[in-house]
């Protein structure tokens, strides 16, 4: 996928999105393309430009 194909998250949906585990706000990581969540732990991804909120999809993280 090229750079001119990656979408970034809308800021409108940033500001209500919140992990669907912890129910903490998230942080975007744009070269990544994952929304942080510190408190639980995982980066959910974002797919064209579409969070994918499920925690069985997201990357465990560490410290």
């Known amino acids: 996928m090229s ?3 990656i979408r970034d998250v809308d800021p409108k949906l ?3 999105l919140v992990c669907p585990v912890t ?3 998230l942080h975007y990581d744009r070269d990544a ?3 942080i969540s ?3 732990g995982l980066a959910y991804p974002v797919r064209d430009g579409i969070p994918i909120m499920l925690p069985e999809e ?3 993280i560490e410290d």
């Open 58 to 60: 997201a990357r465990q």
């Open 14 to 16: 940033l500001e209500i």
């Open 3 to 5: 750079d001119t194909e």
């Open 38 to 40: 510190k408190g639980a």
């Open 23 to 25: 129910r903490e706000t």
């Open 33 to 35: 393309h994952e929304l």
